[in-house]
């Protein structure tokens, strides 16, 4: 005996007035725009001048998108979230579409930014990437050193996720590179992202130096006193056992050097690195 097939329908939901009084709208927002909003922050933490630099950036190099993240304004007239975006625009010079929220209680905001923000390696994860600790750490040193930015700032510089994302496709050898600095860090105290910037950055210039510079910094044999690559490993083991924290990009500096008297047949009895300074044309490898 057939039996007949029930077909589901779909649930119907009844349509309500909105008890809220909260509109939402999708506007593009420029300048002069931003500029009347902004007059409206009257209650908000303090601006963050690099996060609006960041953002900014992203603006004019076309890699801002309509992510859904509104701007919030409450019902009595006041920017609840958005003010770095919107100093950003009037920064960038360039309008883009917001996602604008009005009517929200002021109190509201107390709630606001709370959640957990994804990092990059989140962000190439949902690409398809793979390995993306490693491939994020390393193509954020990489970018900064190869676009001059690395040692511009005390601090160490933010790379956005379009940043990243953006230089990945244009230098996909940086994969190569980040899945070779992640294995070299258990053969040496290299760490995964300095160890893929700088194999980059070598093998680019000679692949066979390169490849042959990695194998005596982590084979540790062979290595003659004066060797630049045995005072390399030395300072890389004296940084590891005084538990020192040097930032990744100074331990950069120190592998570029290296490579640098190898290339130029100088003898290195030990590796440190000069105070900072705006020259750092001792750590262009050629």
Known sequence: MATATATRKAPKVAK???PTGITTEVVTVDPDAATELLELNSHNRPLKPTVVERFARDMREGRWLLTGDALKISRTNVLLDGQHRLAAIVKSGVPVQMLVVRGIDDEAQIAM????????ADALTLRGETQTAALA???????????GRLFSESRYPYVSAGELVEFI????DVRDAARFGQTFSRRSDLP???????YL????IDVDAGEDFFERLAARVDLPPGSPVLALDSRLRQIRRSKT??????VLRLVLKAWN?????KLAKSLYLAPRTSNFSTEQPH
């Not at 930014?113 to 990059?120: F, Q, W």
């Not at 950055?201 to 680019?204: A, E, K, M, P």
């Open 16 to 18: 309500k007035e909105n």
């Open 113 to 120: 930014d709370t959640g957990i923000k994804r990092s990059h």
């Open 137 to 147: 750490s390393t193509a954020r040193l990489s970018m900064l050193y190869l676009e």
């Open 169 to 172: 496709e244009k230098n996909p």
């Open 192 to 198: 995964p992202s300095v160890g893929g910037t700088a």
């Open 201 to 204: 950055l070598f093998t680019r």
């Open 245 to 250: 924290h040097v930032e990744q990009r100074h």
């Open 261 to 265: 008297y190898e290339r130029d047949g």
